[in-house]
């Protein structure tokens, strides 16, 4: 079974570089992330950049539990970045959340290996006036709680810092 670790945070709070700094070699990068738009390619090249060259990738905008199933073995860590962008996927394309969760979270469980998740907490701010904004921040609540639930460690980042929620 694989050790879990869950790093949630806010926007541009140090989640990432936190995320890989945990994450030793050898390992693999599962990114969720898909570029419609030149602002969203920079932003990937960016993390590539800050990954650097040890890092093997596999992309995986919808089928984490393909990615994982497929990456992960003993001794390797997995960092899957991120479940926001997961989220925002799987809503566009109608899956079902609740199933979806399942499926990740059992896979995590049978996995060997180490995996690291990160992810945005986006409840911290005001209500969203938009229903489609609310429907979006409830489901990221919901599946944020559902993983630390089922990870091993649970950390909170602010302003680079690392604040330990749960496990060591």
Known sequence: MAEV??????????????????????????????AFDAEMEARIAAHKLERGESW??????????????????????????????????LMH???NLEDETDN??????TAPGRIIMVSNEIGLGLVPMEKLSREFRDAQGRLN????????????????????????
């Open 5 to 34: 670790t869950l790093i949630l945070g806010g926007g541009r709070s140090g989640k990432t570089a936190h995320a890989l700094a945990s994450c030793p070699a050898p390992h693999c990068y599962i990114a969720t992330a898909q």
């Open 145 to 168: 709680q559902r993983i630390a639930a089922a990870a091993d460690h649970v950390r909170f980042i602010a302003a680079g810092l690392p604040l330990i929620l749960k496990g060591k």
């Open 104 to 109: 990740l979270i059992a896979a995590t469980r």
């Open 56 to 89: 093997a990738l596999a992309e995986a905008p919808l089928d984490l539990v393909a990615a994982i199933t497929a990456e992960a073995a003993e001794g390797r860590s997995l960092l899957i970045d991120c479940l926001t962008l997961w989220l925002s996927n």
């Open 93 to 95: 394309h109608d899956k």
